[in-house]
């Protein structure tokens, strides 16, 4: 089974900061990865995904991920943050078997944006 | 619909009675999923559907929880003699089922309390 952790639930940044969001996994097969956004009162939104190929993977809102096989990590980054990237963060795994396919997330990362 | 509606999108009920949180996925999404999250919990796997297949119930915690999917679209998650535990915000998701990964859409989610 896959697990996700992640490992600050509280990240505190001030505006214009750069930011990294820290997510690992644990698979012991090829997994899809992914960032959820969720903005206050809104439901989850997709931010980036990494399928194959290139590691580097460019989400909305100026965001990007590293998929980091050796070290099973998938951060977030970005290098200057707005007001508006307050939010909860959430990485996420699935894998599939067969034609099913179930998504894991971690407990979520809360950024607050100070000015 | 262009996005996955859920309703209501509060719900306040007594211990012990009865509740139905409705979901209505994106027109022609085959996969539908139900999450719970709950304060400091993250995102809880509950069940998910896909196409005629038999639906992986896996996450639901107990047997006072059941959903059904209806015609292959809307889904309503039942949640009998609610207790305070179950209070939380229930998200359901859509997606188009194809090889490779899925990316969900999700709901507002709809909030439950219970006194």
């Known amino acids: 089974a896959q697990s996700v952790t992640q490992l600050d639930s509280q990240v505190p940044v001030f505006e214009e900061a750069p930011v990294e969001l820290r997510c690992n996994y644990s698979s012991s097969v090829s997994v899809y990865l992914f960032w959820y956004v969720q903005y206050p009162n809104q439901g989850l939104q997709l931010l980036l995904k990494y399928l194959s190929g290139s590691t580097l993977v460019k989400g909305i809102n100026g965001f990007e991920a590293e998929f980091n096989k050796s070290q099973t990590s998938f951060h977030l980054r970005k290098p200057s943050v707005h007001i508006s990237d307050t939010a909860e963060y959430f990485c996420?795994?699935?894998?599939?078997?067969?034609?099913?396919?179930?998504?894991?997330f971690g407990q979520g990362t809360r950024l607050t944006i100070n000015p | 619909g262009a996005g996955v509606s859920q309703s209501p999108s509060n719900k306040v009920t007594e211990k012990g009675k009865d509740v139905e949180l409705r979901c209505d996925p994106i027109s022609g999404h085959t996969a539908l999923y139900w999450y719970r999250q709950s304060l400091g919990q993250g995102l809880e796997f509950l069940i998910y559907?896909?196409?005629?297949?038999?639906?992986?119930k896996s996450g639901l915690p107990s047997d006072r929880f059941s959903a059904e999917r209806t015609g292959g679209s809307v889904s309503t998650l039942t949640i009998q003699r609610t207790q305070q535990e179950d209070s939380a915000v229930y998200l359901c998701?859509?997606?188009?089922?194809?090889?490779?990964?899925?990316?969900?859409?999700f709901g507002a989610g709809s909030r439950l309390t219970v006194l």
């Open positions: 996420a795994v699935s894998r599939r078997v067969g034609g099913a396919q179930k998504l894991v």
């Open positions: 559907f896909q196409g005629n297949s038999a639906p992986d």
């Open positions: 998701a859509s997606s188009f089922e194809a090889s490779g990964a899925n990316v969900l859409t």
